[in-house]
């Protein structure tokens, strides 16, 4: 790595620092110093790709969903989100710079084993009524809008501090089987804590969704630029409204236990071009 390199990590762990500040839920230890999320090319996980220098940003995207590129014109990385369903094997994204030719950056994803829970709740969480089903399908077709975001000015920072403390009772990916019917996979972290408890923004950003849904229950949606997004649910109380702009620390809500659930926690989403992936990346543990 050149020196000129060092300094401008150096120069952006200092930029991640977090100021202290009274009005916020509680104190987070400074991140580590290096570029976030941390890269786990595995279905979940983020693809740290070089795309090398440039006098300006490059674009880049895949499946028409358009990644987050940060960096410099020394050298700009794509961070792309890689779906839970994605097979493992090659993979690619499409990049243009400047007038150039449309080219391809192509990258291995790995393969990832998750573990497996089985609960059981209401039948009618399970097995949707038809108001329930054409309710699910309205709040759907709302969610796809709202992950569809990708806003300027793109994040100065990406390491995140955890949105509330508690244990983490459920892992991302892990393979769900409600009343002995296999569901998608955990696409977030869920951290128990007692209802109640304030929730923390990880990052400066704007809420962009705020709502009551059969699944999620009551839940805030934070974009944080560039497709970067974050997402809480089952909270016992939102203390947002929409377009309001939040820094680190500042209090969105409370956990709850809404929705589909077993008992009080936060469910704690981060989404990448519109992918959701593993929040452990974002944070020091």
């Given at each position: ?110 393969p990832k084993k998750y573990s497996e829970q089985r609960l059981t ?165």
């Amino acid at each position: 790595m050149t020196m000129q390199r060092r300094r401008l990590l150096a120069g952006l762990a200092g930029a991640l620092a977090l100021p202290a500040t009274a009005s916020r839920a509680w104190a987070a230890s400074p991140p580590a110093p290096d570029l976030f999320p941390r890269a786990l090319q595995v279905p979940g996980g983020v693809a740290r790709l070089s795309l090398g220098p440039s006098p300006t940003r490059p674009a880049a995207s895949h499946e028409g969903a358009p990644i987050l590129v940060i960096g410099d014109p020394i050298e700009w990385t794509a961070l792309v989100g890689i779906a839970l369903a994605q097979a493992p094997g090659q993979a690619s994204i499409d990049v243009t710079s400047g007038g150039e030719p449309k080219r391809r950056v192509a990258y291995t994803v790995a393969p990832k084993k998750y573990s497996e829970q089985r609960l059981t709740v209401a039948p009618g969480k399970v097995e949707l009524s038809p108001e329930d089903l054409a309710r699910y399908q309205r709040e759907a077709a709302h969610a796809k809008e709202v992950m569809a975001t990708f806003s300027q000015p793109l994040p100065d920072r990406l390491h995140m501090t955890v949105p509330v403390p508690g244990r983490r009772s459920s892992s991302f990916g892990l393979r769900r089987v409600f009343n002995g019917q296999s569901r998608n996979p955990h696409s977030g972290m869920d951290i128990a804590a007692a209802t109640g408890t304030p929730i923390a923004a990880p990052l400066p950003g704007r809420v962009i969704d705020v709502g009551d849904y059969f699944f999620n229950g009551n839940t805030v949606w934070l974009d944080h630029g560039g497709g970067l997004l974050t997402m809480y649910c089952h909270l016992h109380r939102t203390d947002v409204q929409l377009g309001d702009r939040l820094e680190v620390g500042d209090v969105l809500g409370q956990v709850g236990a809404t929705g589909r659930v077993t008992g009080p926690h936060l469910h704690w989403g981060v989404m990448l071009n519109r992918t959701m992936v593993d929040p452990a990346l974002f944070i020091d543990a």
